[in-house]
């Protein structure tokens, strides 16, 4: 377990993972729960830190802002493939072919617990509430994907198996955030639960950063982290966790 910073310096470029980091993971994707006091913390922060603050997620960018309504909050969706503010730079990324989208809703349809989520650049196959229908999901995004690597590639995730387009990553999101204004000369944290996250992890350490991952130095814990961003945000915590 690292030692967390107690009060990390103003200079600070914060990236923050959304589920299983901000908020507690959650039998399906929409039942997640957004903390009331989660917005003011995010707010406050952004604010402390001059606008550099990002989610970076692999929800849909629609998805993200429904849950985070807060205006001027830089975000990267998808794992980075969609930025918001856009970069003028920003390289167009395919989209799953609709066979592709076609296939996953008929497995959902013989696979009962299954869930089929559409983003707009990758595919989802969530199999939290089938669990016995794990290895068929992964079978099945494998063989769509094999139809077209040079674009698309398999990546595991909690309880589900996501197809998504080869270049949309954390890490890439990150060192682009890092070349705006806002973000510039600062030193980047990114925090984050899951494999995903290694990659803007690996990308703030090369940036002369560092990760902070909620198993090992959270305790687990969104709660924990939450707690600790509010300390940071100024806010009193006593009644908080
Ligand atoms: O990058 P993240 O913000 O961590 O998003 C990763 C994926 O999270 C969502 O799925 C996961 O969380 C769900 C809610 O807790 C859970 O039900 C599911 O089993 C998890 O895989 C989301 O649905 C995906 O689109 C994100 O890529």
């Not at 996953?104 to 509430?129: I, Y």
């Not at 002369?208 to 969104?222: V, W």
Request: glycine share 8%; aromatic share 6%; proline share 7%.
């Amino acid at each position: 377990m690292k030692k967390l910073p107690g009060n990390p310096a103003n200079n600070t470029a914060l990236f923050l993972d959304f589920d299983g980091t901000l908020v507690n993971i959650a039998e399906k994707p929409e039942l997640v729960v957004v903390p009331d006091d989660l917005l003011a913390t995010l707010s406050k922060l952004s604010a402390k830190l001059d606008g550099a603050l990002a989610i970076v997620t692999g929800r849909g960018l629609d998805v993200i802002r429904s849950f985070l309504p807060l205006p001027g909050l830089v975000v990267a969706a998808e794992h980075g493939a969609l930025l918001d503010p856009p970069s003028a730079s920003s390289a167009t990324l395919p989209v799953p072919p609709a066979e592709w989208r076609r296939a996953f809703e008929q497995f959902v349809q013989s696979h009962p617990g299954a869930l089929a989520e559409h983003k707009v650049h990758g595919l989802v196959l969530h199999f939290r509430l089938a669990p016995d229908a794990a290895d068929a999901a992964r079978c099945l995004a494998e063989e769509l994907v094999s139809q077209d690597r040079e674009k698309f590639r398999v990546v595991p995730a909690h309880a589900a198996v996501e197809i998504r387009p080869v270049g949309a990553d954390k890490g890439r999101a990150v060192r682009s955030l890092m070349q705006r204004d806002v973000f510039r000369r600062r030193v980047p944290i990114f925090i984050g639960d899951d494999v995903t996250d290694e990659d803007g992890i690996s990308a703030c350490q090369e940036l002369s950063g560092t990760g902070y991952r909620i198993p090992e130095d959270f305790d687990g814990s969104p709660d924990e982290l939450r707690a600790w961003l509010q300390r940071w945000a100024g806010e009193d915590v006593s009644s908080a966790v």
